[in-house]
Every structure is written in structure tokens, then in C-alpha cells.
């Protein structure tokens, strides 16, 4: 007489399609996360390209400034400054005009004095 309990036995087909679902379900874990991991991955590059994108337009807005307090700031002494280094470098004084102040109902056409060099 046998000790201890027999446990039945699993006919080989049913053993065979178990093991199959067993490995289909760990594939499928397997590619969730490694799908995962790599939208994790391309996350930290785009927020990294995110900070690159913002310190370069940091460093622009810094050298614009520092442009802009070169010619004199902002003001009616600025927009003079900034038109005549207009005039020296352009082709022709029409191509400074933008750089004016635009008044409502100044037709006048009265452009800053400017010293040559």
C-alpha cells in the first residue's frame, strides 16, 4: 500500500496548450513592459529637448537684451539710436522707416538727426 496522497494525472495535451497560454501571457508581460519602458525613455528625451529648447531661447532673450541696453534701452533715445545704426548699415534711408515710431495722424515724415562717423 502506498503512503501519501496520488495526485491525478493531466493527460499531455491539456499539459502542452497550458504551458503555451502560460508562455502567450508572459510574452504579453514581457512586451507591456518593455513598451513601457520605452515610452518612459522618449518621455526624459522630450522633456529633455524641452529644456535645451527653453535655455537657448533664455540665452536669446539675455543677448537681446543686452543688445537693447547697448543702443540705449527703450524710449524715444533708443528708437533714435536704433534707426541711425539702421541708416549706416542699409542701402537706402526707406528700409529704416519700420524702426520709426508710428503716431495717428503724424504725416509729417520727421526723421531723427543722425550723426555720421
Known amino acids: 500500500m502506498e503512503t501519501g496522497m496520488r495526485l491525478p494525472s493531466i493527460p499531455q495535451p491539456y499539459l502542452i496548450a497550458g504551458a503555451g497560454i502560460i508562455a502567450v501571457v508572459l510574452i504579453a508581460v514581457g512586451i507591456a513592459f518593455v513598451?513601457?519602458?520605452?515610452?518612459?525613455?522618449?518621455?526624459?528625451?522630450?522633456l529633455g529637448?524641452?529644456?535645451?529648447?527653453?535655455?537657448e531661447t533664455i540665452e536669446r532673450v539675455?543677448?537681446?537684451?543686452?543688445?537693447?541696453?547697448?543702443?540705449?534701452?527703450?524710449?524715444?533715445?533708443?528708437?533714435?539710436?536704433?534707426?541711425?545704426?539702421?541708416?549706416?548699415?542699409?542701402?537706402t534711408p526707406e528700409n529704416c522707416v519700420g524702426l520709426l515710431p508710428q503716431r495717428e495722424g503724424d504725416n509729417s515724415g520727421a526723421r531723427p538727426k543722425c550723426e555720421r562717423p
Open 35 to 46: 513598451n513601457g519602458a520605452f515610452d518612459a525613455s522618449e518621455e526624459k528625451g522630450r
Open 49 to 55: 529637448e524641452r529644456a535645451d529648447v527653453l535655455g
Open 62 to 91: 539675455e543677448t537681446g537684451n543686452e543688445i537693447r541696453e547697448e543702443f540705449g534701452g527703450v524710449g524715444a533715445d533708443a528708437i533714435r539710436a536704433r534707426y541711425c545704426e539702421c541708416l549706416r548699415s542699409a542701402r
